[in-house]
């Protein structure tokens, strides 16, 4: 008889925390990739490729990290679905799948791109850089990751930010905050280093105050009503 209630409270005290540090994992290795990726790599899509010679060490590390983090992205969004329950907004939790899942696709696309350019030079550097394939391979690398994949993000975070609102799972200052970083990833198309950090920033914040939250009182943290559940 008690062990149904035994599983639940199981399920209350880990998810939440397993949210918590997914999310923390996939927002420092993504951090990292992308300070990786912006240090060695100039901003200037002119340029002629000299980072190549001397820093695609540092990108083929960053490159290396994208699977990962994606991985404890997945996890992330798993779980963080999971702990909605019977309270999940099936138009709501639709775009925050989809639209993780597309930022998820972009990125690796954009990170393929960049480990082609580093291989390929390794290859045949004149042909690549003369060819007009290191040019195009940056633009559309460039294009991807701060224009559609950010955009994605934003999404991402609307439909989160509004799902807590609606369910109340979360605090509304949290949601408000949400909805503000998502609107500056909406309306800023730049290569800034600064404006692709605030996706991942953002669910370090999140996962931290998640993690906190559950360590100093288990059980709580993205918690369902308990009557609700048995009900």
Same mark, same amino acid.
């Given at each position: 008889?008690?062990?149904?209630?035994?599983?639940?409270?199981?399920?209350?005290?880990?998810?939440?925390?397993?949210?918590?540090?997914?999310?923390?994992?996939?927002?420092?290795?993504?951090?990292?990739?992308?300070?990786?990726?912006?240090?060695?790599?100039?901003?200037?899509?002119?340029?002629?490729?000299?980072?190549?010679?001397?820093?695609?060490?540092?990108?083929?590390?960053?490159?290396?990290?994208?699977?990962?983090?994606?991985?404890?992205?997945? #996890?992330?969004?798993?779980? !963080?679905?999971? @702990? %909605?329950?019977? *309270?999940?907004?099936?138009?709501?939790?639709t775009v925050f799948y989809g639209s993780g899942l597309l930022f998820l696709a972009m990125t690796f696309?954009?990170?393929?791109?960049v480990g082609g350019i580093v291989a390929s030079y390794a290859v045949e550097s004149t042909k690549l850089?003369?060819?007009?394939?290191?040019?195009?391979?940056?633009?559309?690398?460039?294009?991807?990751?701060?224009?559609y994949a950010i955009r994605m993000a934003a999404v991402f975070m609307i439909s989160i930010g509004t799902? #807590?609102?609606?369910?109340? !799972?979360?605090? @509304? %200052?949290?949601? *408000?905050?949400?909805?503000?970083?998502?609107?500056?990833?909406?309306?800023?198309?730049?290569?800034?280093?600064?404006?692709?950090?605030?996706?991942?920033?953002?669910?370090?914040?999140?996962?931290?105050?998640?993690?906190?939250?559950?360590?100093?009182?288990?059980?709580?943290?993205?918690?369902?009503?308990?009557?609700?559940?048995?009900?």
């Amino acid at each position: 008889m008690n062990t149904p209630q035994r599983v639940l409270t199981q399920r209350v005290l880990r998810t939440p925390r397993a949210a918590a540090i997914a999310g923390i994992i996939f927002a420092l290795l993504l951090s990292l990739a992308y300070i990786l990726i912006r240090v060695a790599v100039p901003p200037n899509l002119a340029d002629e490729g000299v980072w190549l010679e001397s820093r695609s060490g540092m990108v083929t590390v960053a490159v290396s990290l994208v699977p990962f983090a994606g991985i404890a992205f997945l #996890w992330f969004m798993g779980v !963080v679905r999971d @702990r %909605l329950g019977h *309270l999940e907004d099936q138009f709501f939790s639709t775009v925050f799948y989809g639209s993780g899942l597309l930022f998820l696709a972009m990125t690796f696309v954009s990170a393929a791109l960049v480990g082609g350019i580093v291989a390929s030079y390794a290859v045949e550097s004149t042909k690549l850089i003369e060819s007009g394939v290191y040019s195009f391979s940056r633009a559309v690398m460039y294009r991807i990751s701060n224009v559609y994949a950010i955009r994605m993000a934003a999404v991402f975070m609307i439909s989160i930010g509004t799902i #807590w609102i609606r369910t109340e !799972v979360m605090p @509304r %200052l949290l949601a *408000l905050l949400t909805y503000a970083l998502a609107l500056i990833l909406l309306v800023t198309i730049s290569y800034s280093l600064w404006v692709t950090m605030i996706f991942p920033g953002w669910v370090l914040v999140i996962s931290i105050y998640i993690l906190v939250l559950n360590l100093r009182s288990p059980g709580a943290g993205m918690d369902v009503d308990p009557g609700a559940v048995e009900a």
